[in-house]
């Protein structure tokens, strides 16, 4: 067959030129370690990584939430517990004063203790949290829930919204629990208030009524049922924050599960990489050998 | 006699001298474009008859041809047109796909970022901080879909001066045939033996070019000339006549560029893009009405749909002032008849974070719930998308007009049992009408209006309680009055921030709301498109290239310069030079002879 001489150059010049390409392609891959280096090279593994990444994305935002929605729910609940346990005090106060043999001065102060406490309890209501919103006004943060006036009649200023937080694709956590439901009840927004103050109206009655053990026993039926609706709501809280940390743990199993398929999908086959590389460049070097004999020939070589 | 032999060993002479200078011509164009390799024809001249029978009278040179194949040249020339179709493509190509493999570019990560701000900000939706983190996310999400649409732009303006230049490339390479056909016609002048090779050569040499330009047919004519015509049979040249191509602005999008073809009558018509089949200017054409465009128009899809939902559902709520939210984006709906305009178009118009609304613009009535004493209070209720929302046509745009909380003054939600729920509306387009209400599963204790359809559609109120909704309760709702601010409740940024992954964005936006996808599914869709389309006209483009290679290896094998070949001749004629030579000195040396016999 008749081969011209610009053939066995052209030949040769492609064939350097297709494998300076693979070898380009290679070291693309290798310097990024990547299979998928621009959506053209698997277009279909190019998208699944996007989705991919984009519920990692989303994963990685939720496990951030769940970390917000613990940090909300905890310290809400340990306001709530010091409120359960203040409330336990007060009920043995009120116990105590319930005892007949006590002197006015002694019921006083028990008054004084009461009067304390009611306070402390006020403080606890109207927790805040690191930036100033109040825990418990339902979605008037910038609120105080709870108002006493002199007498230390309660008034619940918040309102009975609940904030929620996205803690996963199909989950918002509720992470705000309206006072009116932690310290009030179905009947009175300010049940733990009213049932204190009656408590220090009661003591302060000098001399006693008549109605004295039967309205102090009312009280600390009160004061009994009151704390059962503040402990409902620590267990509640209890069982959000349980909820949201199988569900955080959810999500870090799920986040090593989405960088595991991107890195599936993605990622280089060093070894094989490394042997592809090492093949081109050999064959590089022959065709260059190559090329340099076939076109040293010539019968001019031979004429003089 | 002797004077027979000196005019053979002449004639022999002659033709070897004449092929050496032929021999010589193929060694110094062996490396010049479009040359084929000349070869001198010769044949014995006519005998002349004696008395014993026919006496030869030398040689004569009959010809200079060049080797032409001319099916193998029709192969380049195809070859030609389809590899540069594809390969301008790829080189175009390359730059979208480069662009969209970009991480710091790719808008995934601005979705995510964006939507991950209004996450943070539902944990205490009040804070400015995190509202102006809002703004600041929604910010650099359009800057990140503009400066995609710009480099897109940029491609397209590029793309339409390679068609500009193009077309003058294709004029000047015509002008240079018709010129040539003019110098052939002169050269030939009516004889088919004798032919110019050289200019030949060269003419096919330009018509190899313009192939490279434009898929182009030449059909030789009785005179030796040319006749080009490319597209649907558009003459190109015409003997020494040039039909000169022209771009001029396209009426309908003033960024692009049309090609045309004039007319007798000095007017001229439009090549349709689909006429033009190979060579670079189809390639250009084809990238920029097709790939390009597709992917300016699913971009401006993803920004239209984007920006339309998230200020319809801001739209739907109050903003920290307590005053119906605003337009958060720029609205882009009357893009929709030609999306691929819309991204450069994107902007914020949010710039105040307070005007974020994320706080629901309905509350508790003031009759409140009876009857009093469940328990169980009303912990929100707000306004969500309706699940009918999207767009009947490109021109009809989901509106806040119709949905039910738009004039709505009151709405009842009635329990005759824990699970058969009613509401009634007051005002608004749905006023006095009745919906079921069904638990919403998104949140504990939710609730929401569906209609009357089969399966039913969100009605598009959603409400949540502190318990489980109870036998003979009323719960009675009311608009927030405008301007009392709700400034923690964060039920309108809830629904906000659904819209993630709600299927929401609608290609055809006819009506059916078959197909849809959410943002980033579709952005990864447009993604996934590109590089499909790269990946399919680079392999074209490589199989086009090997197709090219083999047809112009096989031509150059037929008509190419082969040195050793060329070398062997050189030795040949000089040989055969030398050996006349030894003719005429013999016929010399007779002469002699004859000459001393008669002293």
């Known amino acids: 067959m008749r081969i011209s001489t610009a053939t066995s150059y052209m030949t040769g010049t492609y064939d350097m030129q297709s494998l300076q390409s693979q070898l380009q392609t290679l ?30 994305g989303m994963n990685t935002q939720f496990i951030t939430n769940t970390n917000a929605v613990e940090s909300t729910l905890s310290l809400s609940e340990s306001q709530l517990t010091n409120a359960s346990n203040l409330l336990t005090s007060l009920k043995s106060a009120a116990i105590q004063a319930g005892n007949t043999v006590l002197s006015s001065d002694q019921l006083l102060m028990i008054q004084k203790q009461v009067q304390e406490g009611i306070a402390e309890m006020t403080g606890y209501a109207n927790a805040t949290d690191g930036k100033g919103n109040y825990l418990f006004s339902g979605d008037k943060v910038n609120t105080p829930p709870f108002v006493l006036d002199a007498t230390y009649a309660a008034t619940y200023q918040g309102d009975t919204g609940q904030r929620n937080v996205p803690i996963s694709s199909s989950r918002s956590m509720q992470i705000s629990d309206p006072g009116s439901n932690v310290f009030g009840n179905a009947t009175s927004p300010t049940a733990v208030f009213d049932a204190l103050k009656s408590l220090n109206d009661l003591l302060a009655q000098n001399p006693k009524p008549a109605t004295y053990s039967t309205d102090m026993g009312n009280i600390v039926s009160a004061l009994d049922s009151a704390q059962k609706n503040l402990s409902t709501s620590i267990a509640s809280i209890g069982a959000r924050r349980q909820e949201n940390q199988s569900v955080q743990d959810m999500g870090n199993q799920l986040g090593l599960q989405y960088k595991s398929g991107i890195s599936d999908l993605q990622d280089l086959d060093m070894p094989s990489a490394i042997t592809n590389f090492t093949q081109t460049q050999t064959s590089l070097k022959y065709s260059q050998l190559v090329y340099n004999k076939v076109t040293s020939l010539s019968l001019f070589n031979y004429m003089s | 006699m002797g004077s027979n032999i000196f005019s053979i060993g002449v004639s022999g002479l002659n033709a070897a001298q004449t092929a050496l200078s032929v021999v010589g011509q193929n060694i110094s164009n062996a490396n010049t474009p479009g040359y084929n390799r000349q070869v001198m024809s010769q044949a014995a001249r006519t005998p002349q008859q004696e008395g014993f029978g026919f006496l030869g009278q030398g040689v004569d040179i009959t010809g200079v041809s060049r080797t032409y194949d001319k099916y193998l040249d029709s192969q380049v020339l195809s070859a030609q047109a ?150 649907n049979g558009q003459a190109l040249v015409l003997g020494n006549n040039v039909n000169k191509l022209a771009t001029q602005t396209d009426p309908n999008n003033t960024a692009n560029v049309q090609v045309t073809y004039p007319n007798a009558n000095g007017t001229s018509t439009v090549i349709p893009s689909s006429a033009l089949s190979g060579g670079q200017l189809a390639g250009y054409l084809s990238f920029r009405d097709g790939t390009l465009l597709a992917t300016q128009q699913k971009l401006g899809t993803l920004a239209i749909d984007f920006s339309t939902a998230m200020n319809y559902q801001n739209q739907l709520g109050r903003d920290l002032s307590g005053n119906q939210g605003g337009q958060i984006f720029a609205d882009m709906t009357s893009y929709a008849t030609h999306p691929q305009d819309a991204v450069a178009n994107m902007q914020v118009l949010l710039s105040d974070p307070t005007k974020l609304a994320a706080s629901s613009s309905l509350q508790l009535g003031a009759a409140g719930i009876t009857p009093a004493g469940t328990g169980v209070t009303l912990s929100g209720v707000w306004a969500s998308m ?82 489980q909704m109870q036998a003979g309760m009323t719960i009675n709702v009311s608009p927030v009055p405008t301007g009392t601010a709700v400034v923690g409740n964060g039920n309108n940024l809830g629904e906000m921030i659904a819209m993630q992954t709600r299927n929401i964005v609608d290609e055809n936006k006819n009506g059916t709301n078959t197909g849809l996808q959410s943002f980033q599914t579709y952005y990864s869709t447009t993604v996934s498109y590109v590089g499909n389309a790269t990946n399919t006209v680079s392999l074209a483009s490589s199989s086009q290239t090997t197709l090219l290679q083999q047809a112009t290896t096989s031509r150059s094998n037929v008509s190419g310069v082969n040195m050793d070949q060329e070398a062997a001749d050189l030795i040949k004629y000089q040989q055969a030079y030398q050996a006349s030579g030894k003719v005429l000195q013999i016929a010399q040396t007779l002469f002699q002879q004859i000459l001393q016999m008669g002293s």
Not at chain 2, 141 to 146: A, I
């Open chain 2, 82 to 231: 389809g590899s540069n179709y594809y390969s301008s493509q790829l080189s175009q190509l390359n730059q979208i796909n480069n662009l969209l493999a970009d991480p710091t570019v790719g808008l995934n990560n601005s979705f995510q970022s964006f939507y991950s701000s209004l996450q943070t900000l539902s944990q205490d939706p009040s804070s400015i901080p995190s509202r102006q983190t809002v703004v600041n996310m929604s910010q650099a999400l359009v800057s990140n879909f503009t400066a995609i649409g710009n480099n897109l732009s940029q491609m397209q303006a590029g793309a339409n001066s390679q068609i500009t230049s193009t077309v003058n490339s294709i004029n000047a390479l015509a002008q240079n045939i018709a010129d040539l056909n003019t110098q052939i016609a002169a050269a030939a002048a009516g004889n088919t033996q004798q032919q110019p090779n050289d200019l030949l050569d060269q003419r096919d040499q330009a018509m190899e070019q313009l192939n490279q330009l434009v898929s182009a047919k030449a059909v030789p004519q009785s005179d030796g000339t040319y006749s080009v015509f490319i597209g």
């Open chain 1, 27 to 56: 070291q693309t891959q290798l310097d990024t370690q990547k299979r998928v280096v621009t959506p053209a090279d698997d277009p279909v593994a190019a998208a699944r990584i996007l989705q991919l990444s984009q519920s990692d």
């Open chain 2, 386 to 467: 309706p699940g009918t929302y999207g767009w009947s046509s490109t021109t009809t745009p989901p509106t806040t007009a119709t949905h039910p909380v738009t004039g709505l003054t009151g709405m009842t939600i009635n329990a005759t049992s824990a699970t058969s729920i009613s509401a009634t509306l007051t005002g608004g387009p749905d006023n006095g009408q009745t919906f079921n209400v069904v638990p919403d599963p998104t949140v504990s204790n939710g609730y929401k209006l569906v209609d009357s359809a089969t399966p039913a559609n969100d009605l598009g109120i959603k409400f949540q309680l502190s318990g």
